[in-house]
């Protein structure tokens, strides 16, 4: 009798601790309406303005993005931009339960972060996104969610915007790396 009172505590335990693990976790669900306005070109230089290799460090696996809050690493693609070469990455779209809402849930806005790799550098960037529905008046087409701004060293950079495809530089220094919007080119 001893073995089988054993037998179901241990078993009790390991069921507590198998059903806390994944339950706790919060499930991502992304904010839904049109992603066509999540994606960032960036470009990459050092401190002299000289633009990195894109293909050496994707090559050499020193090159990567990871969506927070989906935990998926970003798909990573180079692509000439107004005669630059940048990487062409997107951003997840906020999380539905960590939206704000106005009252009539008409526009809204939300978060979310990006973890960037570059060459051993780790860094963190938040991506600002404001929202409007197909419900809101005068409003046609389906809803839309857009990048608005992005936040990094407690400053906002607004990424340059051009046929809505918004850009940014990150400069690689010996210290944290420094984000800026992409000038276009004169």
């Not at 005669?83 to 339960?97: C, E, H, Y």
């Not at 009252?103 to 600002?128: A, C, H, M, P, W």
């Amino acid at each position: 009798m001893k073995i089988i009172s054993l037998f179901v505590s241990l078993l009790l335990v390991f069921t507590t601790f198998c059903s806390c693990s994944k339950d706790d976790e919060e499930e991502y669900e992304p904010m839904v309406a049109s992603a066509l306005l999540n994606t960032l070109f960036i470009e990459i230089t050092d401190e002299n303005g000289e633009v990195i290799n894109y293909d050496n460090l994707l090559s050499e696996g020193k090159l990567s993005v990871i969506g927070k809050a989906s935990k998926q690493d970003k798909k990573i693609r180079i692509t000439d931009y107004q005669g630059k070469k940048v990487i062409d990455t997107s951003a997840d779209l906020p999380d539905q339960k960590h939206m704000v809402f106005n009252t009539d849930k008409t526009e809204g806005y939300g978060k979310t972060d990006l973890r960037i790799e570059i060459n051993g550098k780790k860094f963190t960037i938040s991506v600002n996104f404001n929202y409007n529905s197909v419900n809101k008046p005068n409003f046609y087409g389906g809803s839309s969610i857009w990048i608005k701004d992005i936040e990094y060293d407690g400053k906002k950079i607004i990424p340059t915007e051009y046929l809505s495809i918004f850009s940014i530089k990150i400069i690689l220094t010996d210290g944290k790396p420094i984000i800026e919007p992409l000038q276009e080119k004169e």
